[in-house]
């Protein structure tokens, strides 16, 4: 298993991406949006999220920042394969 903890200054963003691996957050501190295939999903301290395989999803932090952990079934992070989403 892959796990690590995602920090978010107040307002900071990951871009909407795709990966092969399901992905978990657990939230820890603060508070976001996580949207799943276009759906909105609130976190914070203690609220648990499954993101799919190939699902595109992002995530914006509140204005106090965010803290998660995330948990990928891999050996390694080398074998998450991050694809954006084109802008625009």
């Known amino acids: 298993m892959v796990v690590g ?4 200054g107040a307002e900071g963003t990951l871009l909407p991406h795709r990966h092969g ?17 276009g759906t909105p999903h609130p976190i914070g ?6 993101i799919p395989g ?3 999803h ?5 204005p106090e920042g965010l803290q998660f952990l995330y ?3 891999r050996d390694r992070f080398s ?10």
Do not use: K, M, N, W
Request: proline share 4%; net charge negative; aromatic share 14%.
């Open 5 to 8: 903890v995602a920090e978010f």
């Open 21 to 37: 691996a399901a992905e978990i957050y657990f939230g820890l501190t603060g508070s976001g949006t996580v949207t799943i295939e």
């Open 45 to 50: 301290p203690g609220t648990a999220l499954f």
């Open 54 to 56: 190939e699902a595109l």
């Open 58 to 62: 992002g995530t914006v932090a509140g």
């Open 71 to 73: 948990v990928f079934p």
């Open 79 to 88: 074998e998450i394969d991050y694809r954006f989403a084109a802008a625009g």
